[in-house]
């Protein structure tokens, strides 16, 4: 049993999917999705202790031997982000349970849990595999089920915003696919591990700059990397909240982990940074990324978009540390991926609350919530003081890497702009908590606390974030060694 | 014993969540027990010594609690100011409202409970940051002593205290984040975040070598000047103490501004610049100072120039110095609060803090006009009194060092202290011209916090060994020499007789005739002069320099709204087919910039 856990954590899910459309009851249908994203996070914190304690994990399907059939591997860092995937995935389901019935007709949520699952699924098998083409696969089961849920929101624009996103994610996949296709025309294998020993060795020629080009763009167009990340403002504004809540946490992540398995384990530390120079266009970008959309999110009125111009932001803090392209740049980018999830996830699922008594999350309806909804605006808060960066929050375990590892190389203007990003955040943060705190709640209006099971799910991801901002030796032992593996030191 | 190895803001901290849930009695228990039983222990239990320590992140040690000499002065100190303050602030919550009283702008609302639990985790804090021994846990108590106190000023409950509260709270956060970014400098030079000595050189006259600290220092610098409030980052303090409430004001002036200094005093002592900074801030608050009406803003501008000397005190950086420096902070908490305390219980009772609407008062407050002549007398240096004994030791390190023009610009700030604290704050509100105002004493808590402070006053002016022995550095000194008290006493009764002269020739001293007293002591003719074109001037470069900046910050925003507003470019909904271009002129970029 436990030896076929890499392939049981896929497909579990995978098979629980098309049970929870069949049953076309919404309770049992979620309490499918509930068993599925407890077991991705119950089987994911399994392979994570087992990796860091052993080494990575080699597991054949089907017992094909590796360059020919599919292989999964779980090293520290793959086993990071599926930790991340089933954790937002636990924290989430048992919160969309009142949510989705207040925000999805009844008819459709069988069908949405069905989606939600296979997006799940989808996600996982990205992290998981260690083949480039089985990539490619899951990240179209995850993408569809992604449009699908994201097509499912109360407001009508939730449609268009899906269908960009369709585009968008459809270009993004099949220049990602182009990518792939040239590597194996130029090496005859699909085999992560295979690419690896095989690329270094090959004459000098354009198909693999080409490749590496196509798969650049895909890449940074799935994790919306500025000017890239147009498709995702609306499609987190109009989607159901708790789609919201978690595709935010868990699917731009898993995109930056494929950036990171492409250019350091594939292509290699030395070909994308050395000779391809990935940091000079991967940094400008980064940079602009935390500057204007912080800037952008300061002038939103509803909040979900604010915090949706704000993830783009946030992605350019984990792509500057990738840029770095150092031990200690990279932990950052690799611990954020973590701490981001926790922070969003928490301020996404406050959001899902106010959304489910108030019905809008735009900022003139939420004059004094606080007093309403404490609980729910305390969340908020906490969420926000871990995104602005503050001490005891993983929004400082974060923003203290990424200084230091921009100030290691003497890069003073990018830890300024660390910096500034964070004070642009103090900003959009004070935009909400000024109205929910310091007007007063509209007389006629009447608004209760939100229910229980959404506040704990949201407590419990506003908790880690102070658990993992005070204690942070476990993610920054995770996040390092995933670094190493990934630089190609030690194991 | 087990509470000395407590971190001395746990006891504020564990207070504060237990007073926000009492009320009546069991709360007047609570808030006069933490800061005595604190203090208490902190004098009996703990000695210099790192008493907590642990790793963090790895590779960095953080010290929440290191005790030193320098450290445990200000712990002492901040315990007696948090008591006074909270004595000072018992009679909240018998349904009277703090400082609402005739106030227009206030919409009233028993703010009692909000004001103690703010102001006991802000002692707590500024405890935290003195007895921080590395730059993270600073940096937390930093931020912190922000976050809490801003409630003091918000607890008016007016428009304008809220706005001043805002731009308080901005100013705050800006100072915690460059304390953060030095500190991040710093550490990547040294590799460790320990909280000690940065720049300039103690003990010496040589040049101080704020330039070897390397731009870390520089921001550390410019942190901490924001929060001790040096020249051009001084404003908020003229803002933000008049907004407060009139308890609120006691502990404000009690531990921001101090926590700076013992930041200053810890990082860098002997850093000239700190000689030439700290002298302008002694003498150009008094040009403003004595134009202004509002007391309680009078009062802000002699904190500024209270601290300038302690700040000139620190860059001398001579033990002599240095110890004055600190003393005095020690001897202007309790001064300045009590002159901050007196104006509480005027505004308290009478509700107003201008001078032109006050006058007369001592007819029915006359142990509050006693008590407020006191603490003017304290921080106008009378001998027997506590600047005297303090200030002086700055004085006579400057005259050592062979800083004769620094030494001249401080006589002349301290004739302006005589001026615009000394004879003006209790003459308008106490003499002056009868307002008619026939106020009653304030509530008795107020008064005995007062007395206090008064006698605290006279006795370390009077034995000030005790003090002189808890001071951070060795060194030999008599205040009560010769030279000395007769320099200073004939600086006063100077400027005593100038005051009687106006007086009694009938020149009725309005806000700006009093202005000429002290002046005339030293520069006679030059004085109206001065205070034309070197006042005018200053206020007219100041005025200049912020509106400029004001335009500045304005242009940016437009500039950025235009871009980044609901429809700028950066922010609007984009055609999927613009994005899809975007997209291709991506792919192209990419592939002319590898090929």
Not at chain 1, 173 to 199: E, H, K, P, S, W
Not at chain 1, 228 to 247: E, Q
Not at chain 1, 248 to 269: E, Q
Not at chain 2, 412 to 435: N, Q
Request: proline share 4%.
């Amino acid at each position: 049993m436990s030896h076929h856990l890499p392939v049981l954590l896929v497909v579990i899910p995978l098979v629980a999917a098309p049970f929870a459309a069949l049953v076309n009851r919404p309770r049992v249908s979620w309490a499918i999705a509930l068993g599925s994203a407890w077991w991705a996070f119950l089987a994911a914190f399994a392979l994570l202790r087992q990796v860091m304690a052993d080494g990575p994990i080699h597991y054949a399907l089907g017992d094909w031997a590796a360059p020919y059939g599919i292989e999964y591997v779980v090293d520290p860092a793959n086993a990071w982000v599926l930790l991340i995937v089933g954790m937002i995935a636990a924290v989430v389901t048992p919160y969309a349970l009142l949510s989705i019935e207040r925000e999805v007709p009844d008819a459709r949520i069988p069908l949405f849990y069905a989606a939600f699952i296979l997006c799940m699924t989808g996600l996982l098998g990205i992290a998981i595999t260690g083949d480039v083409f089985n990539v490619f696969v899951f990240l179209e089961i995850s993408s569809l089920s992604a449009y699908a849920l994201i097509a499912l929101g109360r407001d009508r624009r939730a449609l268009t915003a899906s269908y960009q996103y369709l585009i968008m994610g459809s270009v993004g996949a099949t220049f990602i696919v182009i990518g792939i296709g040239l590597l194996y025309v130029m090496t005859g294998t699909l085999n992560m591990a295979d690419l690896a020993q095989i690329l270094p060795e090959l004459e000098p020629n354009r198909t693999i700059p080409v490749a590496f080009t196509f798969l650049t763009v895909g890449i940074t167009l799935k994790l919306a990397l500025f000017p890239l990340h147009l498709w995702l403002p609306n499609a987190y504004t109009y989607a159901p909240s708790v789609v919201t809540a978690f595709i935010a946490s868990t699917a731009t992540k898993v995109a930056v982990y494929l950036l990171l398995r492409f250019f350091f384990t594939i292509f290699g530390a030395s070909f994308s940074f050395g000779e391809m120079q990935l940091d000079k266009v991967l940094m400008p970008l980064a940079l602009v990324a935390i500057l204007t959309m912080s800037i952008v999110a300061i002038y939103q009125d509803n909040v979900k978009r604010l915090l949706a111009y704000s993830s783009v932001a946030q992605i350019g803090y984990m792509v500057l540390g990738i840029s770095l392209a150092s031990a200690l740049g990279l932990t950052a980018g690799i611990l954020h991926l973590f701490n981001h999830a926790l922070m969003k996830g928490a301020l996404f699922m406050a959001m899902g609350c106010v959304m489910y008594r108030v019905g809008s999350v735009r900022i003139e309806r939420m004059n004094g919530l606080a007093r309403a909804m404490p609980w729910t605006m305390a969340a908020f808060v906490a969420g926000g003081l871990s995104i602005i960066g503050v001490p005891l929050t993983v929004g400082f375990i974060s923003k203290w890497y990424l200084i230091q590892a921009a100030l290691e190389q003497g890069l003073w203007p990018v830890a300024v702009v660390v910096l500034v990003g964070s004070l642009l955040a103090v900003v959009y943060v004070w935009k909400v908590v000024e109205v929910a705190y310091f007007r007063d709640l509209d007389a006629d209006a009447d608004i209760q606390e939100a229910p229980l099971s959404m506040l704990i799910a949201t407590w419990a991801l506003v908790l880690a974030n102070f658990w993992f901002g005070i204690d942070a030796s476990a993610t920054t032992g995770v996040a390092r060694r995933a670094a190493e593996v990934l630089l190609g030191v030690g194991s | 014993m087990m509470l000395s190895s407590l971190p001395p803001f746990a006891l504020f901290f564990i207070g504060a969540v237990a007073v926000g849930f009492t009320k009546g009695l069991p709360r007047k228990v609570l808030v006069l027990a933490i800061p005595l039983l604190g203090g208490l222990n902190l004098w009996f239990n703990v000695d210099p010594g790192l008493h907590l320590q642990f790793q963090f992140l790895g590779e960095y040690t953080v010290t929440p609690f290191r005790a030193d000499k320098l450290s445990l002065l200000f712990g002492y100190l901040f315990h007696l100011a948090a008591f006074l303050g909270f004595l000072y602030a018992l009679h909240l919550g018998d349904g009277d409202v703090d400082g609402a009283v005739a106030e227009e702008d206030q919409t009233g609302g028993d703010t009692a409970g909000l004001q103690h639990v703010s102001a006991m985790l802000y002692a707590g804090s500024a405890l935290g940051a003195v007895f921080a021994g590395d730059f993270i846990t600073l940096f937390v108590f930093w931020e912190l002593l922000a976050l809490t106190s801003v409630f003091l000023i918000w607890a008016r409950n007016s428009e304008r205290s809220y706005a001043t509260g805002f731009r308080y709270l901005i100013i705050h956060v800006v100072s915690g984040v460059l304390l953060l970014s030095g500190a991040l400098m710093l550490a990547n030079r040294t590799g460790s975040i320990e909280f000690g000595h940065i720049a300039g050189e103690l003990g010496s006259d040589g040049s101080g070598g704020l330039i070897a600290a390397g731009p870390g220092g520089w921001i550390l610098l410019i942190a901490f000047g924001i929060k001790a409030g040096f020249p051009l980052a001084h404003n908020w303090i003229t803002e933000s103490y008049p907004e407060s409430t009139p308890t609120g004001a006691v502990f404000l002036s009690a531990f921001t501004t101090k926590v700076a200094v013992y930041a200053l005093a810890r990082g860098f002592g002997g850093a000239d610049a700190l000689i030439y900074i700290g002298t302008a801030m002694t003498f150009f608050p008094i040009f403003y100072a004595v134009l202004e009406n509002d007391l309680r803003r009078v009062l802000g501008y002699s904190m500024i120039n209270q601290i300038g000397f302690m700040v000139a005190g620190i860059g001398i950086g001579t033990a002599l110095a240095v110890n004055g420096a600190v003393a005095h902070a020690f001897a202007d908490v309790i001064f300045k609060g009590l002159l901050f305390m007196a104006m509480g219980a005027v505004m308290t009772m009478t509700g107003r803090t201008k001078g032109t609407d006050l006058g007369g008062l001592y007819k029915t407050m006359p142990f509050t006009a006693t008590l407020c002549i006191v603490g003017a007398m304290a921080i106008s240096a009378f001998p027997f009194f506590s600047a005297f004994v303090t200030k002086s030791m700055i004085m006579v390190a400057a005259i050592e060092e062979h800083h004769y023009i620094v030494w001249l610009f401080m006589l002349f700030a301290s004739a302006g202290v005589l001026e615009h604290a000394g004879i003006k704050i209790p003459f308008f509100s106490f003499f002056a011209h009868d307002s008619g105002i026939r106020a009653k004493e304030p509530p008795k808590n107020m008064l005995i916090a007062m007395s206090i402070g008064a006698v605290l006053c006279v006795l370390i002016g009077m034995f000030p060994r005790q003090l002189y022995a808890l001071l951070p550095m060795e060194m030999d000194y008599h205040p009560y020499d010769t030279t000395h008290v007769l320099v200073q006493l004939q600086l006063l009764c100077f400027g005593a007789l100038g005051f009687i002269t106006l007086m009694k020739s009938g020149v009725y001293p309005d806000e700006k005739r009093a202005v000429h007293i002290d002046a005339e002591i030293l520069y006679r003719k030059l004085a109206p002069w001065l205070v034309r074109t070197v006042g005018g001037a200053v206020a007219r470069i100041d005025a200049y320099v912020r509106a400029s900046v004001l335009e500045l910050v304005g242009s940016v925003l437009q500039v950025a709204a235009k871009a980044h507003g609901p429809v700028g470019p950066l922010a609007r909904s984009w055609p999927t087919g613009s994005m899809v271009l975007w997209v291709a002129i991506l792919l192209v970029a990419y592939l002319l910039f590898y090929l």
